[in-house]
């Protein structure tokens, strides 16, 4: 039965004082040198970003953005003394099956705007009405709406739980859960917190490796793998920087991301150009440009810059006390805990690797594709729907 006393519907409502204030911080945005090279070797490109700034003061439309997110069903709970924002399209087909879709970062609900049509009307993309879904899609503690941060800060079984507690909230006895990047971490640990309803859990933006280990051995692995581990050996070396400083210094990093919007652009594009399909030379080519702008404009309006920042500093903490209990031998492993079936999807520049991954072949599904990368729901909706279509078709 759906508990509705704790749950209020939101819309999107960013004062006109606010969305003036940033195009006026942009007018007036004070440029650093250019250096000479102006490539991305060092980090965005000053050229490329005052266009992209340029764009984003005049070009591009948020209330026409804003009026897209408010055409989704909105609201607001609170879990765990935690204020949150979340998505909630259900579908028109009587048989569809609740899922429950998390981001990471520097990602939000916005990630997913492609895919809540294509899950729940598949008809209307040439899918199969037997395939749709119900479709939740909370903003982590500390991103979006679901600020500020609360007492609790933030670890992943924390906000299992809450995922948990919401979707008994919105009355869901059973259901399917798919999460990316951080989120992968949220969905793979929900079959601890509620065994009983989780069906399945579908995976994606998982990594070859953890950011503070040791580089990945290349010795015996396939031709693809090895392309994968040494692309991820070399994030190591350079590409984990953003990681170091979020999860040591966040409230150092928090003054410029709060108060620049020319920082916060910087510091989210250059994910999107290095983690999206490398076949693509620049963001825009990869992803729906407006859509980006439209997730960085949900960072600078709610201050979650900084918010999430903390919140991945919560995160790692969290994960370092987990890593050293393993080490010790003093709580399960998760594969030592039985629980529903997991698949994961591979997409074109992302790292992780299935002899690593799932060494003793646990995992029900297992697919790579060439195309996309870390933000396949921005850069190939089709593709990761029709992969959740196919892993929980045998399990509704």
Do not use: C
Not at 18 to 39: F, I, Q, Y
Not at 218 to 246: P, T
Not at 346 to 361: M, N, Q, R, Y
């Amino acid at each position: 039965m759906t508990n509705t006393a704790n749950i209020r519907p939101f819309r999107i409502e960013i004062p006109q004082a606010e969305v003036d204030d940033l195009k006026a911080r942009l007018a007036g945005a004070r440029w650093p040198a250019t250096p000479s090279v102006d490539d991305w070797s060092r980090g965005v490109p000053v050229g490329y970003l005052k266009e992209l700034a340029a764009y984003w003061a005049d070009g591009y439309d948020w209330r026409a953005a804003e009026a897209a997110l408010n055409e989704i069903p909105q609201f607001i709970t609170e879990l765990n003394g935690q204020r949150i924002h979340f998505f909630h399209q259900r579908s028109a087909e009587p048989d569809a099956v609740p899922l429950i879709l998390t981001h990471g970062w520097p990602g939000s609900p916005v990630e997913f705007q492609q895919m809540i049509g294509r899950l729940t009307d598949p008809v209307a993309y040439g899918g199969d009405a037997a395939d749709a879904f119900h479709v939740v899609v909370p903003s982590l503690p500390g991103y979006g709406f679901s600020t500020p941060l609360g007492p609790g800060g933030f670890n992943l079984f924390g906000v299992a739980q809450m995922w948990a507690e919401l979707m008994s909230r919105l009355g869901y006895e059973r259901y399917a859960a798919h999460g990316t990047d951080a989120g992968s971490g949220v969905a793979g640990m929900l079959p601890m917190v509620d065994p009983a309803r989780v069906v399945g859990v579908h995976l994606a933006g998982v990594t070859a490796g953890t950011p503070f280990g040791d580089p990945l051995p290349l010795e015996g692995l396939s031709a693809s793998d090895r392309a994968r581990a040494e692309r991820f050996n070399q994030m190591m070396d350079e590409g984990f920087g953003y990681l170091v400083l979020q999860s040591t210094r966040p409230q150092t990093l928090a003054y410029s991301l709060n108060d620049s919007p020319i920082g916060q652009l910087a510091w989210i594009v250059e994910k999107f150009a290095e983690w999206t399909d490398p076949i693509h030379k620049l963001p825009e080519e990869a992803v729906d440009r407006d859509q980006l702008l439209t997730n960085v404009s949900l960072y600078w309006f709610t201050g979650s810059g900084a918010s999430s920042a903390h919140a991945v500093y919560d995160g790692m903490q969290a994960w370092k006390a987990y890593a050293a209990q393993q080490a010790d031998g003093d709580s399960e492993g998760w594969g030592d805990v039985a629980g529903p079936p997991t698949g994961v999807a591979v997409f074109g520049a992302e790292t992780a690797i299935k002899s690593l991954a799932d060494p003793a072949g646990k995992m029900s599904h297992w697919k790579e594709y060439d195309r996309g990368g870390h933000f396949a729901a921005m850069e190939v909706p089709d593709l990761l729907a029709g992969d959740l279509r196919t892993f929980f078709q045998p399990l509704r």
